[in-house]
């Protein structure tokens, strides 16, 4: 099981990539947003904002927050760094159940785009 410790290195490694894409796919991809990750198996939720391409702002609280982000994913620890390291697809994970989104239909295909 993954730690509070290796899920926030693996946002940061998503941050990363997000910046380093190229600029037109991250300037046009994704508009200012609420974004959180609710790690299950930890009951944390990571929380910040999607803005010019960067994920900004991020912090951790504990459990479900009160107010839903406008892009909402939710999985376990394992399947977090999985994903971002490449290992775990986003679209299979997505239609198998393992990663659940609550996003706007535009966001979600952004999203694909980007992971």
Same mark, same amino acid.
């Given at each position: &099981?993954?730690? $509070? +410790? +290796?899920? *926030?290195?693996?946002? !940061? *490694?998503l941050a990363e990539n997000l910046a380093g894409a190229d600029e037109g796919l991250r300037?046009?991809? &994704?508009p200012d947003r609420s974004l959180s990750c609710h790690v299950t198996d930890l009951d944390v939720t990571? #929380? /910040?904002?999607l803005r010019e391409g960067h994920i900004r702002e991020v912090r951790t609280m504990p459990g479900v927050p009160e107010r839903q982000a +406008? $892009?909402?994913? +939710? &999985?376990? /620890?394992d399947d977090l #760094?999985?994903?971002? !390291? /490449?290992r775990l697809n986003f679209? *299979? =994970?997505w239609a198998n159940g393992r990663v659940r989104l609550k996003a706007g239909l535009r966001d979600v295909l952004r999203l *694909? =785009? $980007?992971l």
């Amino acid at each position: &099981m993954a730690t $509070i +410790e +290796e899920c *926030r290195a693996a946002l !940061d *490694r998503l941050a990363e990539n997000l910046a380093g894409a190229d600029e037109g796919l991250r300037g046009s991809a &994704m508009p200012d947003r609420s974004l959180s990750c609710h790690v299950t198996d930890l009951d944390v939720t990571f #929380v /910040g904002h999607l803005r010019e391409g960067h994920i900004r702002e991020v912090r951790t609280m504990p459990g479900v927050p009160e107010r839903q982000a +406008e $892009i909402a994913l +939710e &999985m376990t /620890g394992d399947d977090l #760094v999985a994903l971002v !390291d /490449g290992r775990l697809n986003f679209a *299979r =994970a997505w239609a198998n159940g393992r990663v659940r989104l609550k996003a706007g239909l535009r966001d979600v295909l952004r999203l *694909r =785009a $980007i992971l």
